[in-house]
């Protein structure tokens, strides 16, 4: 990565490094070269080391898994297996996908991402915002959920075992899942930027037309900006062609993951209750209740900008006396049908479009197969088994 980062984004970044989620260099990092090779070992290392600790949790004699009934078992067995999806997606595409995500961020700093490190330290936190909510938010849900649930629950071995070994999946899991957010912001950014610029550019077209006032030359000043407004599109398409390129396995294995987890605890919330099971831990699943949409929410944030964007390019005056050559509206013309063949649309491996209406699939699915659980719940019981 060559630029300069502010230091907000770069702490962020070190900390995914760290996790060996960013197999990058950063700005600063002495001898790239040699700091990319020790990252990419690192993350293969965290690999491994995760892939041995859900085997040991799978097959131990130990009470990594419920041992109360099977459903308990089958459903902790579930959440190991997923976990382990979501991590060898995760970091197989870290190792993998790396000049994608190099493209990314070269674009990222050609596009004025450079600027962000001579800003002040709070404008950085204010054009990640909404990241930093997400992060800092879901960190002080976590904690805030553990150290209430463990006042009132009685601490099993089997609990100790399984959230010990468990809980940094579901933090891995999470990291992952906002670092999605925190690209997605650096798109939203470029895009709120070029819908900004072309607003003035309207504006300034609109002025000309209703004062009758302008300068020789006026409508080639237009076109010139109207087609560096495309090249901008075109760089932020890339963008998100290079996003979708560097996280695509995983996002669709960490939104199954955690749909997988929320389903589950669901089904054994209510059978724990019908069974009357003192196990309260259950309620851990409400942080996960506002990851997924978190994504969704930055997705869509993405996605509204390009028809605003369209709409500007539209209000831009082409039939006034200023500004009345052909060649103006055919520029016009042309970005639309730019916008219209390279729309940001931010889907999963082309399977769904990440929106709301991911949101409402999902709470069917988890409510249908509800209704599945809660009739075979009698079969459950021990009588059963």
């Not at 459903?71 to 790396?98: H, P, R, W």
Request: hydrophobic share 45%; with cysteine.
């Amino acid at each position: 990565m060559s630029g300069r980062l502010g230091r907000v984004l770069q702490f962020h970044l070190r900390l995914y490094q760290v996790l060996g989620f960013h197999g990058l260099p950063l700005p600063g990092d002495g001898n790239p070269a040699r700091t990319r090779r020790r990252l990419i070992a690192w993350s293969l290392f965290v690999l491994i080391s995760l892939s041995i600790l859900v085997l040991v949790c799978l097959f131990s004699g130990d009470e990594f898994l419920y041992r109360g009934d099977m459903f308990g078992c089958a459903n902790d067995a579930l959440k190991y297996v997923f976990a382990e999806l979501a991590m060898l997606a995760i970091y197989l595409e870290t190792l993998s996908s790396q000049r994608h995500l190099a493209n990314f961020w070269c674009l990222h700093f050609k596009l004025g991402g450079h600027k962000v490190g001579l800003v002040s330290l709070r404008s950085e936190f204010q054009q990640i915002r909404r990241y930093l909510i997400f992060l800092y938010a879901a960190i002080c849900a976590e904690v805030a959920i553990h150290l209430v649930l463990w006042q009132f629950q009685a601490l099993t071995h089997h609990m100790l075992l399984f959230w010990s070994t468990y809980e940094p999946l579901v933090w891995l899991t999470y990291l992952r899942n906002l670092q999605f957010v925190l690209h997605l912001e650096m798109l939203r950014e470029h895009l709120n930027a070029l819908e900004r610029e072309m607003g003035l550019l309207a504006e300034y077209s609109r002025f000309a037309s209703e004062t009758g006032r302008s300068f020789p030359g006026f409508e080639s000043f237009l076109r010139r900006r109207l087609l560096q407004k495309q090249r901008i599109y075109s760089q932020v398409y890339d963008m998100l062609k290079c996003f979708q390129g560097a996280f695509n396995f995983s996002i669709l294995a960490v939104l199954l993951t955690i749909n997988i987890r929320i389903a589950v605890d669901c089904y054994f919330m209510y059978y724990t209750i019908y069974n009357n099971v003192p196990n309260n831990d259950y309620f851990l699943i409400v942080p996960a209740l506002f990851e997924i949409p978190a994504f969704i929410y930055a997705s869509q944030s993405c996605m509204v900008v390009v028809p605003r964007i369209a709409h500007q390019l539209h209000n831009i005056v082409t039939d006034s006396g200023c500004c009345s050559c052909p060649d103006l509206s055919l520029q016009i013309q042309n970005f639309s049908l730019q916008l219209l063949h390279q729309p940001v649309r931010i889907d999963c491996l082309g399977l769904t479009i990440l929106d709301f209406s991911l949101l409402t699939r999902m709470a069917c699915s988890v409510g249908t197969y509800m209704i599945y659980t809660i009739q075979f719940i009698p079969k459950f019981g021990n009588t059963y088994m």
